[in-house]
């Protein structure tokens, strides 16, 4: 009995805790594990996640709205796009729970001005908490009222790149993201994009204190939205998925979001924006949408956002156009540089995997992840950089800017400015 409970004991000390990959003994196993690392990278796994403090996902759940946010104060601010009437089932849901609400619209990308008006607003409208219901833009201009609310000073001052940088100390309002598009993936980020055209600038507010309480994704609630905005929008959450995807920074759960999100977003984007109705496509890509947001709060960007943020502050441009007419140009450039510099690396590894994802072809190769991207380019019409006034000229400019974005870090690759420029002129 003895001996069988050492033979035992000695059969679960060799045991492994993952079960060794077909066809390898434990020690091979055991060996490329070390090589690796825990995550597959040849590092070990050390990783900080956070995102909104709930989730709500599915259709109909915007009925829930109303109740959740009445739960957080009596006065309201509620954000809103450009069409207010679109927000209306919400403001008389809310009115009929008794809340004193104020409606503020944000038309365009949100500006420093446009902030600090709402920001006035809510402030004299005496605001206990914000409610949050459009695209990225109407988003993030709630999440800096959220945190400006509660810490007072000069808005500038807490800007990364052209402010001091300055950390906000307090939690922000409470708040409320509903997102209607399916792109920004801004119900659970945490920072608010902020144009400063005075300083031809497009920079961050960037804080924990920004996620929300509470995200509602409500597929039903992008069944309007016209092709051209679906191309686009669908366009930006494949971008955030792929970079974070290939992110220096990322890690198993953003790694796991990523591949849910990416195959999700390639088959529903050409059929949502096909037929709008499909509301199965609507829903794959909210919820591609929505992993893309949280992915890239935890794991970074890319060049493609590295080149997006400051030439939306050049020029008055949809952020997700441009993130999709650079992405083809970004991916086939990283993976010309990893060829050249790291034919062996993790990242070029991972760049093959992702072209698989898009393309569902198990042969594919990473050059033919850039190739998908520049079909769905040209199958939904995303416009040139120069629709929106770039021209060569302004390239050394934007080169030196994007060279300082944060989101640059990220990219799996240090590119040269000779191909930063490159991937500019090819997308102008």
Same mark, same amino acid.
């Given at each position: 009995?003895?001996?069988?409970?050492?033979?035992?004991?000695?059969?679960?000390?060799?045991?492994?805790?993952?079960?060794?990959?077909?066809?390898?003994?434990?020690?091979?196993?055991?060996?490329?594990?070390?090589?690796?690392?825990?995550?597959?990278?040849?590092?070990?796994?050390?990783?900080?996640?956070?995102?909104?403090?709930?989730?709500?996902?599915?259709?109909?759940?915007?009925?829930?709205?109303?109740?959740?946010?009445?739960?957080?104060?009596?006065?309201?601010?509620?954000?809103?796009?450009?069409?207010?009437?679109?927000?209306?089932?919400?403001?008389?849901?809310?009115?009929?729970?008794?809340?004193?609400?104020?409606?503020?619209?944000?038309?365009?990308?949100?500006?420093?001005?446009?902030?600090?008006?709402?920001?006035?607003?809510?402030?004299?409208?005496?605001?206990?908490?914000?409610?949050?219901?459009?695209?990225?833009?109407?988003?993030?201009?709630?999440?800096?009222?959220?945190?400006?609310?509660?810490?007072?000073?000069?808005?500038?001052?807490?800007?990364?790149?052209?402010?001091?940088?300055?950390?906000?100390?307090?939690?922000?309002?409470?708040?409320?993201?509903?997102?209607?598009?399916?792109?920004?993936?801004?119900?659970?980020?945490?920072?608010?994009?902020?144009?400063?055209?005075?300083?031809?600038?497009?920079?961050?507010?960037?804080?924990?204190?920004?996620?929300?309480?509470? /995200?509602?994704?409500?597929?039903?609630?992008?069944?309007? %939205?016209? @092709? $051209? &905005? !679906? +191309? *686009?929008?669908?366009?930006?959450?494949?971008?955030?998925?792929?970079?974070?995807?290939?992110?220096?920074?990322?890690?198993?759960?953003?790694?796991?979001?990523?591949?849910?999100?990416?195959?999700?977003?390639?088959?529903?984007?050409?059929?949502?924006?096909?037929?709008?109705?499909?509301?199965?496509?609507?829903?794959?890509?909210?919820?591609?949408?929505?992993?893309?947001?949280?992915?890239?709060?935890?794991?970074?960007?890319?060049?493609?956002?590295?080149?997006?943020?400051?030439?939306?502050?050049?020029? /008055?441009?949809?952020?997700?156009?441009?993130?999709?007419? %650079?992405? @083809? $140009? &970004? !991916? +086939? *450039?990283?993976?010309?540089?990893?060829?050249?510099?790291?034919?062996?690396?993790?990242?070029?590894?991972?760049?093959?995997?992702?072209?698989?994802?898009?393309?569902?072809?198990?042969?594919?190769?990473?050059?033919?992840?850039?190739?998908?991207?520049?079909?769905?380019?040209?199958?939904?019409?995303?416009?040139?950089?120069?629709?929106?006034?770039?021209?060569?000229?302004?390239?050394?400019?934007?080169?030196?800017?994007?060279?300082?974005?944060?989101?640059?870090?990220?990219?799996?690759?240090?590119?040269?400015?000779?191909?930063?420029?490159?991937?500019?002129?090819?997308?102008?």
């Amino acid at each position: 009995m003895h001996a069988h409970r050492r033979s035992r004991k000695r059969r679960e000390a060799k045991e492994v805790p993952f079960p060794p990959t077909p066809g390898l003994g434990v020690r091979q196993f055991r060996r490329r594990l070390h090589a690796q690392g825990s995550d597959g990278r040849g590092r070990p796994v050390d990783f900080e996640f956070a995102t909104a403090g709930r989730i709500l996902f599915g259709f109909g759940t915007a009925a829930r709205i109303a109740p959740e946010a009445a739960a957080l104060g009596d006065r309201l601010f509620v954000v809103t796009g450009a069409t207010p009437g679109r927000a209306a089932f919400l403001l008389e849901a809310l009115a009929l729970r008794g809340c004193a609400v104020k409606a503020f619209a944000v038309r365009g990308e949100p500006t420093l001005e446009t902030v600090g008006v709402a920001l006035e607003e809510a402030r004299a409208w005496g605001a206990e908490a914000l409610v949050a219901i459009g695209g990225g833009a109407v988003i993030d201009t709630a999440k800096a009222v959220s945190g400006w609310c509660t810490n007072p000073g000069d808005p500038l001052d807490f800007l990364e790149g052209i402010g001091k940088g300055k950390p906000l100390e307090r939690p922000g309002l409470p708040w409320v993201a509903v997102p209607t598009t399916a792109g920004s993936g801004a119900e659970a980020t945490r920072n608010a994009v902020i144009r400063v055209p005075a300083r031809r600038a497009k920079v961050s507010l960037r804080s924990p204190h920004l996620l929300p309480r509470l /995200a509602v994704v409500d597929p039903e609630l992008t069944l309007e %939205l016209p @092709p $051209a &905005v !679906t +191309a *686009a929008t669908g366009m930006d959450a494949l971008a955030q998925l792929l970079e974070a995807f290939v992110s220096r920074r990322a890690n198993p759960l953003t790694d796991a979001l990523c591949r849910e999100g990416i195959p999700r977003a390639a088959r529903a984007l050409p059929v949502a924006v096909a037929d709008g109705s499909d509301r199965r496509a609507r829903e794959a890509m909210a919820l591609a949408s929505l992993f893309g947001g949280i992915a890239l709060a935890n794991a970074g960007l890319g060049a493609v956002h590295g080149l997006a943020g400051p030439f939306g502050g050049m020029a /008055a441009a949809p952020h997700g156009a441009v993130c999709g007419r %650079l992405l @083809p $140009a &970004v !991916t +086939a *450039a990283n993976v010309a540089a990893l060829r050249a510099r790291d034919p062996k690396s993790r990242a070029l590894e991972r760049y093959g995997e992702l072209a698989r994802m898009l393309t569902g072809r198990p042969e594919a190769a990473p050059e033919e992840a850039a190739s998908w991207l520049a079909e769905r380019v040209r199958e939904f019409g995303l416009p040139r950089l120069s629709a929106y006034g770039a021209s060569p000229e302004q390239v050394p400019e934007l080169i030196a800017a994007a060279r300082r974005a944060s989101s640059m870090r990220g990219n799996p690759v240090e590119l040269t400015p000779e191909e930063l420029s490159a991937i500019v002129h090819e997308s102008l």
